[in-house]
């Protein structure tokens, strides 16, 4: 199938146009600036979910590592001046507004040097786009890029609920000590259809005592308008698409996952909310009761000592559980398999997130969308149902992302400058090369992007300009 896109047909005018305005120019026109001679400083905010690329991986080895494409001040490093790089892990949700995307305030919006690119794992729909690109001097289609730059698993996290004063336990027949959920469960939880621990029983999960069964499972969701969010109500679309009833009306899962109904959930499931931002913050309102279930991207679950042994994992009370990742027949002989967020499964060391063999869809369209231009949020994973792909590793992954410009010189009204745009694509030319660190993703907790997201990356990285 051909993805056809709007934002192409408008743009190619512009271009057209471009191109003209390109011959044009005299012979003494200026190339592009050289690597490392940009701003001294920039900043970026947003996914918290990227929290842990950023501040241990792609922040380090950029500001002080020895690659050629790094900007340590190190020989070979272009101009030699070394850049550093703060990022703000406030929520995807708090990137886009920064940037203009529902925006309550104009006084929230920024394009200096402090707020040069913006992390999210909601990749910006068309309305959100075009809410960007109407900050800009002249408003221009396809100056906005969404640069894909890793993959993650969102883990389902629990804290068995409480029965006379005893913590209950749990085992199955595919992950003794712990629990696995099938994706009708999961959705269900969510719906507010399933109430209580009991309704969690395939995959011969069983709670001890039995008395636990009866307990209210209590479902949490994040604070605020989050990536994470957006990922895990995609997933559960793919699950039920059908409309449910919300303060907002009857909404999908699909329509639920994006902009301001990002913090909205179905009426019927009583969910409970942190009192402030952030995928810790999740964490913390989950832990903090026993009977409750949440959702946040493995690699903050794993830094969180009560989800990894001694103090949780199997036999425990709280970890983290297996979801289903294939399925075949039905009804009383149906065979699920389930896979777990990380590769290594629970354990107190970091490793790869189970997301390596992850199959994407992108709706209709083909995956991926031929560009960083095009617009990215309709990008899911699969449902690993009967007719369906087989997911071959963990189902419940996402990927995530940068977003930067094409013209930073449409915002220089705004503040931005030649350094800064300079600076932004010294840092994204270097965390989409296969150099800024693989190893190291698969070493905390994140996957690599696929090599076909990768390619489009790293051409939409090298664009990125004043």
């Known amino acids: ?40 400083s920039i900043g970026g905010q947003g996914s918290s979910l990227q929290k842990v690329a950023q501040e241990k991986i792609w922040i380090p080895a950029f500001t002080k590592g020895s690659n050629k494409l790094a900007c340590a001040g190190a020989k070979g490093q272009g101009a030699l001046k070394k850049v550093e790089v703060a990022y703000n892990p406030s929520g995807s949700g708090a990137g886009l507004r920064s940037w203009g995307a529902e925006s309550k305030s104009p006084s929230e919006i920024v394009f200096g040097v402090t707020n040069a690119f913006v992390g999210t794992d909601e990749p910006p729909n068309e309305a959100q ?56 469960e999961l959705e269900e939880i969510y719906a507010g259809k399933i109430k209580t621990w009991g309704g969690i029983s395939g995959g011969g999960d069983e709670l001890k005592p039995a008395t636990c069964d009866s307990a209210t499972i209590t479902p949490v969701v994040r604070f605020d308008q989050s990536g994470t969010t957006h990922i895990f109500k995609r997933y559960l679309n793919l699950i039920e698409p059908a409309a449910l009833e919300t303060s907002a009306g009857p909404k999908t899962w699909s329509q639920l996952s994006e902009g301001s109904l990002n913090t909205t959930w179905p009426t019927a499931a009583g969910v409970i909310r942190p009192g402030a931002k952030g995928g810790g913050e999740l964490i913390k309102t989950v832990t903090e009761a026993p009977g409750r279930i949440g959702y946040v991207n493995v690699a903050e679950a794993r830094e969180h000592a009560a989800f990894v042994p001694p103090a949780g994992g199997d036999g425990t009370s709280t970890f983290w559980l297996k979801l289903e990742n294939s399925s075949k027949g039905s009804g009383s002989k149906i065979k699920m398999t389930y896979a777990d967020p990380a590769s290594n499964e629970e354990s107190g060391t970091a490793a790869e997130s189970n997301c390596g063999k992850t199959a994407y869809t992108n709706g209709e369209n083909p995956f991926p969308p031929p560009a960083v231009t095009e617009y990215w949020n309709e990008v899911t994973t699969s449902v690993p ?39 932004v694509e010294n840092y994204l030319t270097f965390v989409t090369s296969k150099k800024a660190g693989d190893t190291e993703l698969k070493n905390d907790d994140y996957s690599p992007l696929p090599k076909s997201v990768l390619t489009i990356a790293e051409k939409g990285a090298a664009k990125v300009a004043f």
Request: aromatic share 4%.
């Open 1 to 40: 199938m051909k993805f056809v896109s709007a934002r192409r047909t408008m743009s190619a005018c512009i271009l057209s146009a471009a191109g003209v305005a390109a011959m044009a120019l005299p012979s003494g026109a200026s190339a592009a600036p050289e690597r490392c001679s940009g701003a001294p």
């Open 385 to 423: 149902g009967p007719g369906e792909v087989k997911e071959k590793g963990y189902s419940l992954c996402g990927l995530t992302y940068d977003l930067a410009f094409t013209k930073y010189s449409l915002l220089a009204s705004q503040g931005a400058t030649e350094a800064e745009a300079t600076s």
């Open 129 to 184: 786009v075009k809410e960007i690109e109407n900050q800009e001097s002249t408003p221009t289609p396809e100056t906005l890029e969404t640069i894909p730059v890793a993959q993650e698993a969102v883990a389902i996290i629990v804290d068995l609920p409480e029965v006379g004063g005893v913590h209950c336990t749990a085992t199955s027949t595919s992950a003794p000590g712990r629990l696995v959920i099938s994706d009708q």
